[in-house]
C-alpha cells in the first residue's frame, strides 16, 4: 500500500511541513523555472497533499515569492563583504558569490530567482531590489554618487553574468572550472570596476585611420 501523503498536523509540525515545502518549490523553481513549475509537482518533491501547500502559500504566485526570499545571514555577508579593502575586494566579492552558489541553502534561492526573473514580475522586481540595495547600494566606490552606482553596477553585471553562464546555461568550459581559476581570470577585471580608470578612450582603429587623413 502506497504511503499517504503528509496533511496539515499539530502546530509543532507545521513549521516543519512548510520548510519541506519551501526546500521542495526551490528545488522545482531552479530547475524548471515558472512555467514547469506547478503546485502538483511541489507536493510530489515535498511528499505532501496538494491541499497542504495551497493551505501554507494560498497560490503558485505566493509559494515563489516565499521560495525566492534570499536568506537574511546571506545579505549580510554581502554588505559585509562590501567593507573588505578595496584592492582585495573583487576577489572578496567572486569568493562570496562561488560560496553562495554552492551553498544547499542560499543556492537554490539563488537558481530560483534567475530562472525565474525573466518569467515573473514579482520576482523580476526583487532581483532588482537585491542587486540595487545588497550589491549597489551598499558599496563605497567611486569619486560621487553616479561613480559609485556606474562602479557597482558594473561589478554586479559581470557576477550576474558569471553565475548565468556557469550555474544556469551551465556553458563549458565556465562551468566546470575551479574558483581559483574563476578568481583569477575575473578578479583582475572587477578590479578594474572598482578602481581603475573606466573612462572610456579612443579607439586605436579609429586614432590611425584619423591621423592619416581618412585613408
Request: charged share 25%; hydrophobic share 40%; aromatic share 6%.
Amino acid at each position: 500500500m502506497s504511503k499517504k501523503p503528509a496533511a496539515p498536523g499539530p502546530r509543532d509540525e507545521r513549521g516543519v511541513l512548510a520548510a519541506r515545502i519551501l526546500a521542495a518549490a526551490r528545488e522545482a523553481f531552479a530547475q524548471t523555472g515558472w512555467a514547469g513549475t506547478t503546485i502538483r509537482s511541489v507536493a510530489r518533491r515535498a511528499d505532501v497533499d496538494p491541499a497542504l501547500v495551497y493551505h501554507y502559500f494560498k497560490s503558485k504566485e505566493r509559494l515563489l515569492d516565499a521560495a525566492t526570499n534570499p536568506p537574511q545571514g546571506w545579505l549580510e555577508d554581502v554588505a559585509n563583504a562590501w567593507t573588505t579593502p578595496v584592492d582585495q575586494l573583487g576577489a572578496a566579492l567572486l569568493r562570496l558569490m562561488l560560496g553562495a552558489w554552492a551553498d544547499d541553502e542560499v543556492g537554490p534561492v539563488l537558481r530560483s530567482v534567475l530562472q525565474t526573473a525573466a518569467h515573473d514580475q514579482g520576482t523580476r522586481e526583487k532581483l532588482r531590489g537585491i542587486v540595487e540595495s545588497s550589491l549597489m547600494g551598499v558599496s563605497q566606490l567611486g569619486v560621487d554618487d553616479r561613480d559609485r552606482r556606474v562602479r557597482s553596477g558594473l561589478v554586479s553585471s559581470q557576477l550576474m553574468g558569471l553565475a548565468m553562464m556557469r550555474y544556469i546555461w551551465k556553458i563549458e568550459p565556465i562551468a566546470s572550472m575551479s574558483p581559483e581559476e574563476i578568481i583569477d581570470a575575473v578578479a583582475p577585471n572587477l578590479q578594474r570596476y572598482i578602481c581603475g580608470d573606466i573612462r572610456s578612450t579612443p579607439n586605436v582603429a579609429s586614432m590611425h585611420v584619423d591621423s592619416s587623413g581618412g585613408r
